[in-house]
C-alpha cells in the first residue's frame, strides 16, 4: 500500500497550517579532546628517530595509565624531515626534524587536567586544546529533538485556536538538520598551547573550565485543520 504524498495546498475541506518548531538550550560537554605533538631535533637521522621514538613511546604510556578516563587514542601524522644547509654547494643536511602528532579523547576532565599538566613537562612535548564536544549518540541531541517537535506542536495548536478550531492531523513532519551542538568559546580557560624544550621547573596545575555547548534543533511540521467557521 503506497502513502500518499503529503498535500502542498490546503483545501476548504481540509485547511492546511505549515508551523516551525525550534529549541535551543546550553548543556555542559561530555568530551575533550587534545593533540600532542612529540619532536625531535638531531643531526643524525638514525638519533633523531630513536628520539622521537622513546619519546612517543613514554607518552602513549602516560596517556594510556588514565585508564577508563580515556576514550580513544589515535595516532595521525608522523614525519621525519631533513633540514639542509643555507650555505655551500650541493645538498647538504645540516639536521633533522621528527614529529608525531597524537589525539586524545576523555571523558574525565578531572584526568585531563592532571594529564596535560604532566604531558606539558615532558621533552619537545606540545598540547593543544582542548576541544569540547558532545558523544555522537548523546541524549542530549534526542532532548533537543523533542522539544522542537513540542514548539510545534504548541504553535499549531495556538494558531488553530486562533481561528477557533482544532488541529486534524499531522501530514509532515521534516528535520531541517539543525540539531548539532556548537559552542562560541573554541576552549576553556586553558586555551593556550603548551611546550617544553628542556629542563625547567614543573608548571602550575591546569585549571581547565569546561565551555558550555549550545544545542539547537528545528522542525518544520504540517497539519491540516478542522474546517473553521470563518
Known amino acids: 500500500m503506497t502513502t500518499p504524498p503529503a498535500p502542498a495546498h490546503g483545501t476548504p475541506d481540509a485547511p492546511l497550517l505549515v508551523v516551525q518548531g525550534?529549541?535551543?538550550f546550553e548543556t555542559g560537554p561530555?568530551?575533550?579532546?587534545i593533540g600532542i605533538t612529540v619532536a625531535a631535533r638531531g643531526r643524525?637521522?638514525?638519533t633523531t628517530l630513536d628520539d622521537?621514538?622513546?619519546r612517543n613511546a613514554a607518552v602513549l604510556d602516560l596517556v594510556k595509565s588514565y585508564g577508563e578516563a580515556l576514550a580513544e587514542l589515535s595516532t595521525g601524522v608522523f614525519s621525519i624531515t631533513p633540514e639542509l644547509s643555507e650555505r655551500g654547494r650541493g645538498e647538504r643536511v645540516r639536521s633533522h626534524?621528527?614529529?608525531v602528532r597524537l589525539d586524545a579523547e576523555f571523558t574525565d576532565f578531572t584526568a585531563l587536567a592532571e594529564l596535560t599538566t604532566r604531558l606539558a613537562d615532558l621533552e619537545l612535548t606540545r598540547v593543544d586544546g582542548p576541544?569540547?564536544?558532545l558523544r555522537p549518540g548523546s541524549p542530549v541531541h534526542t532532548e533537543a529533538r523533542r522539544r522542537a517537535v513540542a514548539d510545534a506542536l504548541t504553535r499549531a495548536r495556538e494558531y488553530a485556536d486562533a481561528l477557533g478550531t482544532t488541529l486534524a492531523a499531522l501530514v509532515e513532519l521534516a528535520d531541517t538538520g539543525a540539531d548539532r551542538?556548537?559552542?562560541?568559546?573554541?576552549y576553556g580557560r586553558a586555551a593556550r598551547s603548551l611546550t617544553r624544550g628542556g629542563p625547567a621547573e614543573p608548571p602550575e596545575p591546569l585549571d581547565l573550565e569546561p565551555a558550555r555547548l549550545t544545542v539547537a534543533a528545528q522542525v518544520t511540521a504540517r497539519f491540516t485543520?478542522?474546517?473553521?467557521?470563518?
Open 131 to 133: 576541544w569540547w564536544s
Open 225 to 230: 485543520l478542522v474546517p473553521p467557521r470563518m
Open 22 to 24: 525550534e529549541a535551543e
Open 97 to 99: 626534524q621528527g614529529q
Open 181 to 186: 551542538p556548537r559552542t562560541t568559546a573554541a
Open 30 to 33: 561530555e568530551i575533550a579532546r
Open 52 to 54: 622521537l621514538t622513546r
Open 44 to 46: 643524525d637521522r638514525r
